[in-house]
């Protein structure tokens, strides 16, 4: 079974660029989660997303980040501009509901320099 | 807010050896899971917890959820190199999934 999938995997760039990080859930799982990991902070809950609606944003940090999930197959998380401090691995993870575990994916390693 | 104390941040162990730790809360939670976590990848569950007492085993790996709610506990038994990685708890209350900072395990050469 395929799992949760993220892309890029790696993305290195300047700061004051756009970045679009991406996930596919997994195929029937109603809610899709994005995560910021850093060492300082450890693993903070950015949004998540019930039936493609955003339910709970209240961990995007600034007005800079945004999330989509147009379809019930994808979502984007978006960093416009970009600053160094946004260096992190981000998560997406999906589940078939609240009360079961989150799945997640490998993650999208971002550099911002 | 609801916060999770999890410890150790981190362990060096000789293989072979048996490895706790476990997560504390002053609230109460009706779910617990346990995450490891190896670099370059997201965090897998390894167990769930839905009863307060239930005591569960994944191979080598049991957990507990603690009788008052506000803890867990995770044990591996005889560790192996594979076991290096992170461990997270995460407690669920009303929905919310609160997670720990994670335990770092480090197996000594």
């Known amino acids: 079974d395929a799992g949760v999938i993220q892309s890029p995997r790696h993305e290195v760039t300047e700061m004051g660029q756009e970045v679009t990080l991406r996930c596919k859930p997994i195929s029937g799982h109603d809610y899709l989660f994005w995560y910021r990991q850093t060492m300082m902070r450890g693993l903070e809950l950015l949004i998540y997303?019930?039936?493609?609606?955003?339910?709970?944003d209240s961990g995007m940090p600034e007005d800079r980040f945004s999330a989509k999930m147009p379809n019930a197959s994808f979502s984007t998380l978006k960093i416009q501009p970009s600053e160094p401090r946004d260096s992190a691995v981000y998560f997406c993870?999906?589940?078939?509901?609240?009360?079961?575990?989150?799945?997640f994916g490998d993650g999208t390693r971002l550099s911002i320099l | 807010g609801q916060q999770l104390n999890q410890s150790p941040q981190s362990m060096f162990i000789q293989e072979g050896e048996d490895v706790s730790m476990n997560c504390t809360s002053s609230?109460?939670?009706?779910?617990w899971l346990w995450y490891k976590q190896d670099p370059g990848e997201g965090p897998v569950l390894l167990i769930a917890l839905y009863k307060a007492g239930e005591l569960t085993s994944n191979g080598r790996l049991t957990a507990q959820f603690g009788i008052t709610r506000k803890d867990s506990f995770l044990n591996i038994s005889a560790s192996i190199p594979s076991d290096v990685g992170i461990y997270f708890c995460a407690g669920r209350s009303n929905y919310q999934l609160i997670w720990g900072a994670g335990t770092k395990l480090i197996i000594k050469p």
């Open positions: 993870a999906s589940t078939l509901d609240l009360n079961q575990p989150q799945h």
């Open positions: 997303f019930n039936n493609n609606v955003p339910i709970d």
């Open positions: 609230s109460i939670f009706n779910t």
